[in-house]
Each structure stands twice: as C-alpha cells, then as structure tokens.
C-alpha cells in the first residue's frame, strides 16, 4: 500500500482471523485474532491508534518536529520515524545506550530497527541508561529543547491521553460478540482504550511482556473502569525483550497452523499465554475469546539475527 499525509486520517476497520486449533474444539472455545498488524508494516496495530490523534496534536500546534524515546530495538521508534516520513513532520529518538552512538555506522549495520528509523529521517540522540532513567525530568527536557528546538513530546511506548483515544477506537461494534478481549500489555495504553470501550459483559484480559508489579497503576491512570479487567502476569518469560526456546518454538508451530505471525516481545508470549489458559481451563468452556495483534513484526529481524549468532532456531517469516 502507499500511504500520504492523510495516514491517519483513515479509520481502518480490521479482520478477525478464527484460529481453529484442536485445544480450542475440545472445549468447545472460540478464538479469533483481530489483525491490526495488517494496518502497515511500520505504523502497525497499537502504534497506528497510539499516533493518531498524537499526530493530529502536533499539527494543531504548528510543530514540526516529533521526539521521542526508546530501546534500541523499539517497534514505538520505528513506527515515530515511519508516521513523521508520511505525514511530513521531522523525528527525533532518544535512544537508550550512549555505548550504541559510538560508532553509528556499525549499530546501523548490526540494529535493522535503528536502520529502518534512519532510512526514513529520524535523527537519533544516544543517552546513558542513567540519563535515561531521568527522562521526564524538567532538566532533561530543557536541555532536549536547547539542543533541539521545539518539538513535540511523544512519551515512550505513546502512551498519553491521546493514545488511549485511539486506542478506543480498536473494537467494533461487530465485537460485541466476544466475552474475553485479551492483548499484551507494555505501557499500559492499549489495554487502557480497550477496557474503556469494552462492553458491559465483557472481560479484558492483559498478558504483560515485562516484570513488576507498576502496571496496575499504570493502568489505573487512565482506564474508566477497575472491574472488568485483569492482568495475568506468569507469561513475560522474564521480562521485556526476553524469550526463550520453548517461546520461539511455539511461535513457529503456531504460525505453521495458522497462519499468523507473531513476535516474541509482545504477541507470542500474548498468544501462548492465552493457549496456557485454555489449557489449565481458565476460560469457561463454549468461551469466545478475541485476542488483539498489536503488529511488532518488525522486530523479528533483530530477533533473528541475535538467535543466529548464537546458532539458535530462528522465527520463521
């Protein structure tokens, strides 16, 4: 697809995918996965809805320039630096490891996520994990704008009050079916729309891709409601950005059976979270279940090209 600067000005409706597993007709349970990943391939599911009215902000106020913060392999940095290309905004990335501007060439050729912001204009500032901790700190800020200029201010993750508006907007009035809305669960932003929008017989259910306790906080902040949801906090297999083999296996056996991509930062721990519950009878028989893909496929080439210099199994794409 070649998109313009009406991006995101398109209210994109996506498709619920049925998987059709047998773990799923033994118990008489429906599953569908709604395919945001489909919506681009750099500005895919939750990032589309987090910079949509983000974007629409900017412009408002005359900016012209969008910063933000990240990892070095943060799907949030790409789709930033994608977003500003289409829709004519310059982009800046705060990006966490100073070690990493040492030698930019070298991060560029080894990191395809930092490749890809680059080839599409983001300038990148690289700060020590101790700067970093300060980010939201009013120094740090000042010292960004003295050095910058104006800008306008995407949190990390693009998680804010506008986030979770587009965030809202991911289910459809066709989802009403569903008795269980399952997605996994970063900053916090995308469950926070979902249970806001949810109806009043349905359950969200967020499987977290990090450790710690902060997320329920997080959440509180800006969800409406704090009965119709929960967290389940036994799938991060260790934390953000790890994964093991058991993960990499179950993401290559479930795209072979259905077709379906995941990514083993957020999706795949989602999914096999979501297949463990089944299992351990956590979901009521006859139970329909839509879980959320937020996209993040882009960060699979990262993944892989860490797992072959370790002569591991890679995901199959």
């Known amino acids: 697809m070649t ?20 773990a799923l007709k033994e118990k008489n349970i429906e599953l569908y996965i709604k395919r945001e990943d489909e919506i681009h391939p750099f500005v895919s599911g939750n990032k589309f809805r987090k910079l949509k009215y983000n974007i629409e902000e900017a412009k408002k106020m005359q900016k012209k320039t969008l ?19 289409l829709t004519g905004f310059n982009t800046i990335g705060i ?68 986030a979770i508006k587009g965030c809202e907007e991911i289910l459809t009035k066709e989802d009403e079916k569903f008795d269980y809305i399952c997605c996994a669960v970063g900053t916090g932003g995308t469950i926070s729309g979902l249970i806001n929008s949810v109806s009043e017989h349905q359950k969200v259910i967020g499987l977290p891709s990090l450790k710690g306790d902060f997320l329920q906080e997080e959440i509180n902040q800006f969800a409406k409601s704090n009965d119709n949801w929960s967290l389940q906090n036994e799938y991060h297999f260790g934390g953000y950005g790890k994964y093991n083999a058991e993960l990499i296996r179950f993401i290559n056996e479930f795209k072979e059976r259905t077709s379906v991509p995941l990514d083993p930062i957020y999706t795949g721990k989602m999914m096999f979270g979501i297949m463990d519950m089944i299992d351990k009878d956590q979901f009521p028989n006859n139970s329909k279940i839509l879980a959320i893909h937020t996209g993040g496929l882009q960060g699979i080439a990262g993944v892989n090209q860490k797992m072959k210099n370790k002569n591991q199994e890679l995901i199959k794409v």
């Open 3 to 22: 998109f313009d600067k009406s991006f995101f000005n398109q209210n994109f409706k996506t498709e619920n995918q049925q998987v059709f597993l047998s």
């Open 67 to 85: 910063l933000t913060f990240g990892g070095a392999y943060s799907n949030h940095i790409v789709a930033t630096a994608v977003s500003g290309k």
């Open 95 to 162: 990006i966490r490891g100073d070690e990493l501007g040492i030698d930019i060439n070298t991060t560029l050729a080894k990191n395809t996520t930092l490749q890809e912001a680059s080839k599409n204009g983001m300038q990148f500032k690289f700060v020590s994990r101790s700067a970093y901790r300060n980010k939201l700190s009013e120094d740090f800020i000042n010292q960004l704008k003295k050095e910058f200029g104006d800008f306008y201010l995407v949190p990390e993750g693009g998680t804010n009050e506008l």
